[in-house]
């Protein structure tokens, strides 16, 4: 794997880092920008694991998680359409990484209007954003996955939080495995599972992934149905009953019993039809992501 993450090295002379836009105790996200030879500089977000951070834990979970994030990212992008020199996808794009210097960092596009969770939120108070442009972002979403799907990838954690909306209203899903720290709220509880203790985002989990810690592309549809469920309501967090923090173990409980997320005030009947059947306890069951946005791209709303 790093060998692979070794042929997309970047200068570090090359970037100019200019103002903190994000920050965890993995490290922090920064706006910078890159200078690509023969193209000039573009506006770039670059994403870093700190070295204390890596001094401390090692080769552990933080160190796996940004080669991994890497690896993914390279592999999405080796395979990705391009058309007129432009790269067609809704995956967010990498640039390269930093790892011959501390910190290490991954170099990413950089998306103007940042995350799906506040855009949801901003729209709120303002009108011009309809339902149906929050549902052609979940249509973006729908096509990562499937990009995802064609090559075996499973996210493990489809939220609004990680997708990404570019200046020209693109959905770019992002955060393949560095996300987790930034949200330390209700949004991850920290839960053992497969013998290692970690942050997990147990109200976007599936069944199976709460209960058996098997992760699929059908647990990303799952999930998926958390965020038009995000979408419906304008950025509101998942809630299970009156439970803010449910444990793994009471919120396996509710969906073995049947308890789903209500369908949101407002919410039309058919996205709702569709939110639940990315619920259903089988995920043999549950439409894949290119069903998925067949029925959102012909919705009527």
């Not at 940004?66 to 967010?92: C, Q, S």
């Not at 990303?220 to 304008?234: K, P």
Request: hydrophobic content about 40%.
């Amino acid at each position: 794997m790093i060998d692979k993450v070794s042929r997309w090295e970047l200068k570090e002379d090359d970037l100019v880092l200019e103002r903190l836009v994000g920050q965890g105790c993995f490290g922090n996200v920064v706006l910078a920008r890159l200078n690509i030879p023969d193209a000039g500089p573009v506006m770039v977000a670059a994403k870093s694991v700190s070295a204390a951070r890596l001094e401390q834990e090692g080769d552990t979970q933080w160190h796996r998680d940004f080669y991994r994030e890497a690896d993914i990212l390279i592999t999405v992008h080796e395979h990705a359409e391009v058309t007129d020199g432009e790269e067609r996808t809704n995956i967010v794009r990498l640039y390269g990484v930093i790892t011959e210097s501390q910190p290490k960092r991954i170099v990413l596009e950089y998306a103007a209007q940042g995350d799906l969770l506040a855009y949801l939120r901003k729209s709120r108070d303002n009108p011009n954003i309809t339902l149906k442009d929050l549902v052609g972002l979940a249509v973006g979403v729908a096509r990562a996955l499937q990009e995802l799907e064609v090559l075996q990838i499973v996210h493990r954690d489809v939220a609004a939080r990680n997708v990404l909306v570019t200046d020209d209203n693109v959905a770019k899903l992002a955060d393949f495995g560095l996300a987790r720290d930034v949200y330390t709220d209700t949004m991850y509880v920290r839960t053992r599972q497969a013998g290692r203790d970690e942050p997990l985002p147990l109200k976007w989990m599936s069944l199976e992934a709460l209960r058996d810690g098997e992760y699929t592309c059908q647990s990303d549809v799952w999930s998926f149905g958390v965020l038009l469920w995000e979408i419906a309501t304008r950025g509101e967090e998942p809630h299970y009953s009156d439970v803010a923090r449910p444990s793994c173990r009471h919120l396996v409980w509710v969906l073995k019993e049947g308890g789903r997320l209500e369908r949101p005030d407002g919410c039309p009947m058919e996205l709702y039809r569709l939110m639940s059947k990315c619920w259903h306890a089988n995920p043999h069951r549950r439409p894949s992501a290119v069903t998925i946005e067949e029925k959102l791209v012909n919705f009527n709303l």
